[in-house]
């Protein structure tokens, strides 16, 4: 019930400064809607991807030649993208071994093909807005979406660093009482030290490297979405023939 208040009375973002957190465990997430035709926000999550995802996490369901569909040419693949393998039809796999990556971060770091679709847009969206300083764990990171998460924030030299702030809960300027009788707490973010990128570009850094996942998940998507449409125009077609078919057919029966 405490979870739930403290996300219930988290409010507004996640960007940099002092705003607070919207989402907890079991708390609401930030909604996105991603959009697999916009190839720029797409190309730009595939940067940031191979960049600073593809040292732990593989994406091995995808191969290097699938960014093609995003309309990158192979050489653009080879000399910017291309770093964990040497063919581009090889898939997007690591050299990490799993049983070192369980060794230095407890658990063996997800392949990360399908995680837009298990796990969702807004929350891969969320989650990367949500880390913070905490001393109590091994990276010195924790997160308010997944707390205790062995995953370090690869991503802190854009955002910067946040700490985690708790406060009294008010509303019209009165403490806040929770249903066990005790005033409610406010979870907030509040900057240490800040990043490369404003909270704007950060959150556009997040939303394209989302973008790009939700593509990942289903690289073929673009081209089953265009054959899907002329697949129901020809069936159209075909139901109108067989239709004055049937008439033909059944014309001298009473």
């Known amino acids: 019930m405490t979870k739930i208040l403290l996300a219930a009375l988290a409010a507004a973002a996640l960007g940099a400064g002092t705003a607070p957190a919207r989402a907890a ?26 960049n600073y995802c593809l040292n732990c996490h593989s994406a091995s369901l995808v191969r290097y030649n699938a960014l093609r569909a995003i309309g990158l040419t192979d050489d653009q693949i080879r000399d910017n993208l291309m770093f964990t393998a040497e063919k581009i039809g090889m898939p997007m796999a690591i ?14 770091p997800p392949d990360l093909s399908v995680i837009a679709r298990s796990r969702g847009p807004d929350w891969l969206y969320t989650y990367l807005r949500a880390f913070y300083r905490d001393g109590g764990t091994v990276t010195g990171w924790n997160n308010l979406v997944y707390p205790g998460v062995a995953m370090p924030h690869v991503l802190w030299q854009l955002q910067g660093e946040r700490i985690l702030k708790e406060e009294a809960g008010l509303k019209d300027g009165k403490p806040v009482v929770g249903g066990d009788g005790r005033p409610a ?28 996942l939700a593509w990942m998940g289903e690289p073929t998507q673009l081209e089953r979405k265009r054959v899907g449409i002329w697949t129901l125009f020809a069936l159209a077609v075909l139901v109108f023939l067989t239709y004055f078919l049937k008439r033909a057919y059944w014309k001298d029966v009473h």
């Open 25 to 50: 465990e079991g708390g609401r997430l930030d909604d996105i809607e991603v959009n697999v035709h916009h190839v720029a926000s797409l190309q730009a999550g595939a940067r940031t991807f191979v």
């Open 185 to 212: 707490r406010v979870i907030r973010l509040e900057t240490l030290r800040p990043g490369s990128q404003s909270a704007a570009e950060y959150d556009q850094t997040v939303y394209d490297l989302v973008n790009f």
């Open 95 to 108: 050299a990490m071994n799993p049983r070192d990556a369980k060794e230095w971060f407890g658990t063996t």
